[in-house]
């Protein structure tokens, strides 16, 4: 089968299962589905901050509150997309048809077709370490062997909540924990899978770019009029425009999700890692660092997908203008070089990715969320 679109086929079916993919048809009943129960899991989150706040130690409330943003952070992404149903419609129709003008020419093809593999192998990665994660995080509990009839404590769950309900026997917490255990695999999938798409889609737009520069260099070649009439102005600039049209609206497909992701994902850095730190020593410390290192580092891995899309997105950009600008351009007519001079202006306002409009991402910014995230861990442990 002729493959047609650079995203991933897994990205397609999570997606589907969450009422993002465009064109299903129960998808008001999926969309149903994940509202109530997110908003249900997040009450009971919030109901167990309220009761053991305090009389609860600060290791179980900064764990509950790490998994509490991380379902934030979850409904936050497919709400938005909800919502920009239209422009990743889109989105979507804009990289078919840019496979459709690559299918008659091999050398972008095999161009476009090389990002389309990375891509892919990315995706794989991020969904195989979503999913070692909450497996990780949470067979130890599954495993386990609770005596529901102790009444001195608290049943252990994957995520700590305040359930509405009596769990009195063993079936009932069994039940209770293996679809717990499914549940949080299923939201990981799907933050992985918004993730990798925002990396499938960057890499599309630099699949462009590469492109675009490619025709520069032979739109200047000194090789007679022959090739230069394959590459035409208005196939260069047009091709440019699109590549602007596309990163635009990717940016605004993400740059909300960024925002609020930014401002939990800070907290939770700070969290988890208050959680390693404070299980050195501990009886169970083997066992607490390896539950919370695997989620410590798909948080971290979540940040630096955002900032490294937003930093390729400008270093291609710049590219662009600097393959333009060391064309050959003295080979070329008067009225041709003015095509060259228009795509060297357009260039030096370089395409970015952004945090809510306010801040542009880049590894630069990664960097300040870290140290953020190590002053307030100073405080926690100060506080501790």
């Known amino acids: 089968m002729i493959r047609k679109s650079t995203i991933n086929r897994v990205i397609e079916i999570i997606l589907t299962l969450f009422g993002i993919w465009p064109g299903i048809s129960c998808v008001l009943l999926c969309r149903i589905f994940w509202i109530i129960s997110i908003i249900s899991v997040q009450f009971y989150h919030y109901r167990y901050l309220l009761t053991h706040f305090y009389s609860d130690d600060l290791f179980n409330l900064m764990d509950c509150l790490s998994s509490f943003l991380a379902y934030t952070k979850v ?12 422009e990743f419609i889109k989105t979507l129709a804009m990289i078919a048809k840019d496979w459709h003008d690559c299918a008659n020419n091999e050398i972008d093809m095999q161009e476009i077709m090389c990002k389309a593999k990375l891509s892919d192998r990315i995706t794989n990665a991020i969904l195989i370490l ?85 025709w520069l260099t032979d739109f200047a070649s000194n090789e007679n009029g022959k090739k230069r009439a394959l590459f035409t102005t208005n196939k260069i600039i047009e091709k440019h425009q699109r590549i602007i049209n596309f990163s635009e609206k990717v940016e605004n497909l993400y740059t909300y999700i960024a925002l609020l992701q930014f401002a939990s994902n800070t907290i939770m850095i700070c969290s988890l890692a208050f959680l390693i730190v404070s299980a050195i020593g501990t009886p169970d410390a083997t066992e607490h660092i390896i539950r919370s290192l695997l989620f410590y580092t798909i948080t971290n891995l979540e940040a630096f997908i ?44 370089q395409l970015t990715l952004t945090v809510g409009k306010l801040t542009n991402l880049s590894l630069e910014y990664f960097a300040s969320i870290m140290n953020a995230s190590g002053s307030y861990l100073s405080v926690l442990l100060a506080m501790q």
């Open 130 to 214: 979503h999913t070692l994660s909450v497996v990780g995080y949470g067979t130890r509990i599954i495993l386990a062997n609770v005596d529901i009839i102790d009444c001195t404590s608290e049943p252990p769950y994957i995520h700590k909540m305040e359930l509405p309900f009596d769990v009195n026997t063993q079936r009932v917490y069994k039940t209770v924990v293996i679809a717990q255990f499914a549940y949080v695999i299923m939201c990981s999938w799907i933050a992985g899978a918004v993730n990798a798409l925002l990396l499938t889609l960057t890499l599309h737009i630099g699949s462009q770019m590469d492109i675009l520069r490619s």
């Open 75 to 86: 409904m936050i992404k497919f709400v938005v997309f909800w919502f920009n149903q239209q």
């Open 306 to 349: 955002f900032c490294f899309a937003g930093e390729y997105l400008n270093n291609k950009s710049k590219a662009i203008g600097i393959a333009a600008y060391s064309a050959a351009w003295y080979n070329l007519k008067p009225e041709e070089t003015r095509i060259l001079l228009f795509i060297i202006l357009r260039s030096q306002k």
